[in-house]
């Protein structure tokens, strides 16, 4: 329901009667609205940094591109659920912002290491940060209208990740090389 409408229009009475549950039932778990969108949306970004964490045991170049194959693949099947994490932090509450910016950083992280223990920078971590909103409007945006494959979004955006850090870290371009299989 809250991919349909925004939280503010939708009731907890029909939250219930499309869940199945009393009203009562309902407010025993979640107090409030705000308590039963927070928990709604919580549990949207723990699955999606479930669905997204890589093999521990690849290397460095697989994990990222099974994370961003895993991060593309979500937003196939989840999008609107994602899109209205996204939306439902633009509108500034204080919750959803800080469980954006909390899978944000857990995405970044788990992007970073696929890099390799290299010395991290407060500009690596930047453009690192800023590459991974290109991944997600990019992804977003391929979503709606597939002009190229999977595989090509995939590359085109490990590509993207070398180049940026490449820029920022010339010292890391034998590194970053190693990515771009």
């Known amino acids: 329901m809250l991919t349909k409408r925004p939280i503010h229009e939708l009731s907890l009475d029909e939250v219930a009667a499309e869940a199945g549950v009393s009203r009562g039932l309902l407010f ?13 949306v919580g549990a949207a970004a723990r699955r999606l940094l479930r669905a997204t964490e890589p093999d521990a045991d690849a290397a460095p170049a697989d994990q990222l591109r099974q994370t961003l194959d895993a991060y593309v693949g979500y937003l196939e099947r989840r ?19 800080e469980i954006y910016e909390h899978t944000r950083d857990v995405m970044t992280q788990r992007l970073t290491a696929a890099l390799g223990p290299i010395e991290r920078t407060p500009a690596l971590d930047l ?16 979503r709606q209208e597939k002009t190229i494959s999977r595989d090509e979004l995939l590359t085109l955006l490990v590509k993207t990740l070398s180049s940026i850090v490449s820029a920022v870290r010339p010292d890391l371009k034998p590194t970053v090389d190693r990515l771009n299989v």
């Open 79 to 97: 999008g609107d659920l994602y899109i209205a994490l996204v939306r439902g932090a633009g509108g500034g509450a204080d919750y959803m912002v």
């Open 28 to 40: 025993r778990y979640f107090p409030t609205k705000t308590d039963f969108h927070k928990a709604v």
């Open 127 to 142: 453009v690192i940060r800023g590459w991974f909103s290109f991944v997600e409007a990019t992804s977003l945006a391929w």
